[in-house]
Nanobody
Framework: QLHLVESGGGSAQAGGSVRLSCVAT????????MAWVRQAPGKEREGVAS???????IYADSVKGRFTISQDKAKNTLYLQMNSLKPEDTATYYC????????????????????????WGQGTQVTVSS
């Protein structure tokens, strides 16, 4: 059972930056597809960025050029660096994962597969003020 714990959320001004971290523990043998998903009040969940085991990274159009997903395998930590923040980035951000063995074909659009993500963190709130 993989456990994911996010940290780093908080408040920021528009144009500012925040870095989120997600520490993974209780790894079972295997590789994991990792992702950041956000949900704003009254809105659907949105896949923000994903990192496949072969290094493929996909970003939502809404964050391209502003957000960067990365991983430090030695620390079992996934990051999301968020720059040039906008008020519409306000949301609860979740780290999520699924064993890559459960993905027979690469996911071109994570938003079509959100229910297939097996492991979720508790979420961390990011609030961006104008």
């Amino acid at each position: 059972q993989l456990h994911l714990v996010e940290s780093g959320g908080g408040s920021a001004q528009a144009g500012g930056s925040v870095r989120l971290s997600c520490v993974a523990t209780d790894y079972a043998d295997g590789d994991y597809y990792m992702a950041w998903v956000r949900q704003a009040p009254g809105k659907e969940r949105e896949g923000v960025a994903s990192l496949d085991t072969d290094g493929t990274i996909i970003y939502a159009d809404s964050v391209k050029g502003r957000f960067t997903i990365s991983q430090d395998k030695a620390k079992n930590t996934l990051y999301l660096q968020m720059n040039s923040l906008k008020p519409e980035d306000t949301a609860t951000y979740y780290c999520a994962a699924v064993e890559s063995a459960r993905i027979p074909d690469p996911w071109a659009d994570i938003n079509k597969h959100l229910d297939e993500l097996e492991y979720w963190g508790q979420g961390t709130q990011v609030t961006v003020s104008s």
